[in-house]
């Protein structure tokens, strides 16, 4: 949860590692879409302050993939956890298409300023600026029913066990993926050299085509990914992903386990799918939620790095108590704000998961970004 100005309005968003800018619905939407949600109402916050073009609001679209938004971009105080920014850029959505019709209403970019749409200054780099954190760092850490949020740099954080890798252009937070490792009989090893998007915001994996469609018939599903036994969650073989960083150094291998890749509700007979999905061509990835999963992923903003750590059966143990718990945030007064959220990947109907297709929607833009991004660079 987070709180848009004087007196605050609350609004559930979707932190988003993937795109850089913060919006919430406005009253200013009347479409059935924006009404289902909270919706930001400007007139009744003293604080609130339009940006303009000229002597007009400054409107601006936002493509997602077929689905968009038209938002207001304007300032006001933004409270997150027990982090107040003043005068915080943020848009007002006056148009959404039925692809955001999903449980969050806004999104909550985390990714660099470069990324953000003309006029938003992201609010995790303005926390930065003011030099409210103990570190200009946050992190994940998601286990299967529970999942926390960390500024800055926790008091139980163990930066020993950590392993950490340079982001490949400061915009995406994107690493190398050079490989993954098949569990076949004859150990079967992909090799490739491709750009890897840690995506918050996208709650499947997206891989070239060849690689979806191989890894989906070893676990039987069919090449889209549907039609996947539920019981593979606990039978199935664990996938190896080989990254590295912007230098070459520090080659990782980040284990996926069957838990991790298979997307469901928990009753077999609404059908499973698999988490791979075919996401573009073959040198682009796109690691969304299931990647993240039973870790934490650090993202270090003044070193432009991301650093995995495992967690452990304790670590796993106290997630899935908070999953339990309503969203709330503490501060020890030390830069150090913690949300906790509940389940992350759930599913609604037989095969997909909840918010699965703004997600997917988000990520075709994201893709089409990332692939520009490395043809520029």
């Known amino acids: 949860m987070i709180s848009i100005g004087s007196p605050p309005q ?10 850089a800018d913060l919006w919430v619905p406005s009253t200013r939407c009347a479409n059935p879409v924006c009404t289902r949600h909270n919706q930001f109402n400007p007139n009744a916050s003293s604080t609130y302050a339009p940006l303009l073009c000229g002597r007009l609001p400054n409107q601006i679209g ?23 920014i003043r005068n915080a850029s943020f848009g007002e ?7 955001f019709d999903a449980q969050f209403d806004g999104l909550f970019g985390l990714a660099f300023p470069t990324l953000a749409t003309q006029g938003l200054d992201p609010p995790l780099f303005a926390l930065a600026d003011q030099q409210k954190l103990n570190a200009n760092r946050f992190s994940f850490t998601l286990g299967d029913t529970g999942g926390r949020l960390d500024l800055g740099i926790p008091p139980d ?69 549907l039609g996947v036994d539920c019981g593979v969650s606990t039978t199935g073989p664990t996938f190896r992903f ?21 997307l469901g509700d928990g009753v077999p007979e609404h059908g499973c799918m698999s988490a791979f999905q075919v996401g573009g061509p ?27 750590t ?15 718990s309503q969203d709330y945030a503490t501060d020890d007064n030390d830069g150090y704000n913690v949300v906790v959220t509940g389940p992350r990947i759930e599913s609604t109907n037989q095969v997909m998961p909840r918010s699965a297709t703004a997600s997917q929607q988000a990520a075709s833009a994201k893709m089409l970004a990332l692939a520009l991004l490395v043809c520029l660079v």
């Open 93 to 99: 959505a006056v148009e959404m298409t039925p692809d």
């Open 310 to 324: 495992t967690l452990d059966r304790d670590a796993l143990a106290r997630l899935r108590t908070a999953g339990d």
């Open 282 to 308: 073959k040198d682009k990835w796109i690691l969304g939620l299931p990647f993240f999963m039973n870790r934490t992923i650090s993202f270090d903003v003044d070193n432009t790095r991301v650093g995995f």
């Open 157 to 225: 954080s163990n930066e020993t066990t950590t392993t950490w890798i340079k982001v490949t252009q400061p915009a995406f937070w994107a690493v190398n993926v050079y490989g993954i490792d098949l569990p076949t009989r004859k150990r079967l090893k992909i090799k490739t050299r491709g750009v890897g998007l840690l995506d918050s915001g996208t709650t499947t994996i997206l891989c070239p085509s060849p690689v979806a469609k191989l890894i989906n018939r070893i676990i039987g599903a069919s090449d889209n990914g």
């Open 242 to 262: 080989r990254l590295a960083g912007r230098d070459g150094q520090n080659n990782i291998t980040i284990p996926i386990s069957p838990s991790q890749y298979i």
């Open 10 to 19: 609350q609004f559930r968003v979707n932190f988003d590692t993937g795109s």
């Open 62 to 84: 936002i493509e997602y993939g077929t689905g968009m938004v038209t938002i207001q971009a304007a300032h006001d105080t933004l409270q997150w956890g027990s982090m107040s």
